[in-house]
């Protein structure tokens, strides 16, 4: 299935996404395109076959559960949330939730994800993580005198970086950065500090400060093993391992001709081209993807080709 993607308009974005990934829109700027989204603040529509013009969750809802695989058994929900962020401008500096505090006070399933650089300008940098352990207090008293980030750990990016947020972990996405984003199914976050910026309605946007200060690990981001997950999906394919965890995995993909790939019955699939086009075979359906455009494939699929020249983000649970 092909998908059409829910599109948010935050005051940070610019129009990329639209000019350069193809997302038609009457928004001004398009901050996040939410490329395979089953949430109540966003939903995919599916853009072809018999299911045309239903909402991915409506369709899952009645094939049943064993279309998204044994893997995603162990979830309530549909578990993923794949973005394409465009960050003209610096995103606020925030925090999620884990699991067991979302679930208590916001109702659902909190946010790890994961980052990956799709492009950005020269010097770019994002927040990931403090440069060394603070306390609370110290954490509380730096949001409030507005020098938090005289303590935030700012690093330089470059196209292809891959960064894991695990809950928990300050980030900020800076400006002059377009980044695909893996993460739970979740919209939950706590803002902390937001350069003083006001929103749509002239108001200085909500921090929350409390819940963050509840949730934030203060030290450090530390470094994650070495993935070494076996690579058991693809042939004739130039992958990379960029993400492994409970949540997800994460691959980038390199067609060049004609490569073979397998959706079995462990986990449902979906891939979102950046860059180059390319044809999906698998019996008689035949679709072809361009930048900026996302699949959904069924666990149990079996064997499929993709054809052509691109770079993809593949991901499953």
Known sequence: MKLRAPLKDYIWGGTKLKTDYGKETDLDKVSESWELACHKDGMSIIENGSEKGRTLKSYLDEAGQGILGEHAKRFPCFPLLIKLIDAKDNL?????????????????????????????????????????????????????????????????????????????TLHAIGKGITICEIQQNSNTTYRVYDYGRVGKDGKPRELHVKKAIDVTNLEPVKERPRLDAVVDIFADTKARLLASCEYFTVYGLEVDGTSHLTAGMDSFQSFTVLEGQVTLKCGETELTFTKGESSFLPAGLGSYMLSGKASLILSKI
């Open 92 to 168: 606020s500096v925030q925090v999620h939730p884990d699991n067991d505090y979302a679930m208590r006070v916001e109702g659902e399933f909190g946010k790890t994800e994961m980052w990956y650089i799709v492009d950005c300008e020269p010097g770019a940098t994002l927040i990931y993580g403090f440069k060394h352990e603070i306390t609370k207090e110290e954490f509380e008293r730096r949001i409030a005198d507005n020098t938090l980030l005289e303590v935030c750990n700012q690093v330089p990016v470059h196209k292809g970086d891959v960064f894991f947020i695990e809950s928990g």
